[in-house]
């Protein structure tokens, strides 16, 4: 079946580092892929998605490029802050179907 | 943005306990989910619906039940809990028809302890 797979479980990093979460997937055809965002305390956030091969999505600084050769929507920011702070889901949705499926998450911790 | 309310916050039961979980989006949308949330497995879907009556089975749905009474509430029934299901739970609405594309709205979470 489809699947979703995120390298890394947590992150830590200084404000004003590059991050790089990496979101890999297992899937036939086109999937819409996704980020959310969960903040402490919160449910999870929709940032972005993109649904066509080297569509980039962005929000918030947060962006990626759907890549279907290497089937990978890795999440990258130029500079983070400690608002940054959460743990980041990629998902993935196939036409037809009305369920996400989301990898396991990353935690990203940032300090000052 | 949706606006999606989940009660009750937090929930303590015994096993064998009879819970519900209950779930009001206010925005209208066809489709609601039930997950739950736990280290290790991220976000898996336990039942969701696209309408009152309708219910569709998840990925994890053994020991659970669920009921779509109208387009605003979707509940989740756990009629003999176990230690298994202390998890925090989460529901979600979407704003499609069903599509790869639609984008899901998440409640603030059901904290559940089954001891």
């Known amino acids: 079946g489809d699947s979703v797979t995120q390298t890394e479980g947590q992150v830590a990093l200084s404000e004003e580092d590059f991050l790089t979460i990496h979101c890999n997937y297992s899937?036939?055809?086109?999937?819409?892929l996704f980020w959310y965002v969960q903040y402490p305390g919160e449910g999870p956030q929709f940032l972005f998605r993109?649904?066509?091969?080297?569509e980039k999505g962005s929000s918030r600084g947060f962006e990626a490029t759907y890549n279907k050769e290497t089937t990978s929507f890795h999440l990258q920011k130029a500079s983070v802050q400690e608002s940054d702070s959460a743990v980041y889901y990629c998902?993935?949705?196939?036409?037809?179907?009305?369920?996400?499926?989301f990898g396991e998450g990353t935690k990203l911790t940032v300090s000052s | 943005e949706a606006a999606v309310t989940q009660s009750p916050r937090n929930k303590v039961t015994v096993t064998g306990g009879n819970v519900t979980l209950s779930c009001r989006q206010t925005n209208s949308h066809n489709y609601m989910y039930w997950y739950r949330q736990d280290t290790g497995h991220g976000l898996r879907l336990i039942h969701y619906s696209y309408g009152a009556g309708n219910l569709q089975i998840g990925d994890v749905p053994d020991g659970y039940k669920a009921t779509r009474t109208t387009q605003e509430d979707f509940f989740l029934l756990l009629e003999l809990a176990s230690p298994s299901q202390t998890s925090l739970y989460f529901c979600a609405s979407s704003d499609g028809w069903g599509g790869a594309e639609d984008t899901q709205y998440f409640g603030p979470g059901t904290r559940l302890l089954v001891l």
């Open positions: 993109a649904s066509r091969d080297k």
């Open positions: 998902a993935l949705g196939q036409g037809g179907s009305a369920k996400l499926i």
């Open positions: 899937a036939s055809g086109y999937p819409a």
